[in-house]
């Protein structure tokens, strides 16, 4: 059962989660700073970037919340395997969870059940080779991955020519909805790289 931490009623419509493919942020001027997400030994392939309240059009932000602004290091660390950053976690809690209506710990796990409803496509999951697709393909994938999920759900986002992230719409109880205005603002492109986790 949740708690609850915001100051007042969370107003938003739904949830959308976005996974990063960590390669292409790492491959970034500010992903070369990111030794936790990034350093010797990182093999991350999809991670979440963070589960953001939505509306149908736009989203709330840096919503006033009785929590604290900082997210706890021990709580933090019990997300390193999906999020591999306290800097990305407490970001992700200023900007986004503040406005769940949530507690600290009762966002993450929202985080992490939401991160539990999607299955990565099989041919993504690992990313031991580099691989050229459209971002058609990619949505396509997931789709077809994921009974419920349909492609007006679904946003391939784009760095450039590289894949940055994959953004999911959920109900606020985590079933997969469509969600007109991400999907219009996914990037289209014939042709996109997703680099190899090493």
């Known amino acids: ?116 409803q999607v299955r990565i496509p099989r041919a993504l999951a690992n990313g031991e080779r580099s691989l050229s697709l459209s971002t058609d393909k990619i949505e396509e994938m997931f789709v077809s991955a994921n009974p419920g999920m349909t492609r007006q759900g679904i946003a391939a986002s784009c760095d450039g020519r590289r894949l940055e992230e994959v953004r999911i719409c959920l109900t606020r109880d985590l079933q997969f909805r469509d969600c007109a205005e991400v999907d219009r603002g996914g990037c289209r492109l014939e042709r996109v790289e997703l680099p190899p986790v090493n």
């Open 1 to 116: 059962m949740f708690s609850p931490a915001a100051a007042q009623a969370p107003d938003f419509d739904f949830y959308v989660l976005s996974l990063s493919w960590s390669p292409t942020y790492c491959a970034s001027e500010e992903g070369r700073r990111s030794r936790q997400q990034c350093g010797g030994g990182a093999d991350h392939s999809f991670v979440v970037h963070g589960l953001w309240p939505q509306h149908e059009r736009g989203y709330p932000q840096f919503c006033p919340s009785r929590e604290p602004q900082r997210v706890p290091q021990a709580l933090g660390e019990t997300m390193f395997d999906i999020m591999p950053s306290m800097g990305l976690i407490g970001h992700e809690w200023r900007k986004h969870g503040s406005c769940s209506g949530l507690s600290q710990r009762d966002y993450l796990a929202k985080t992490r059940e939401a991160f539990e």
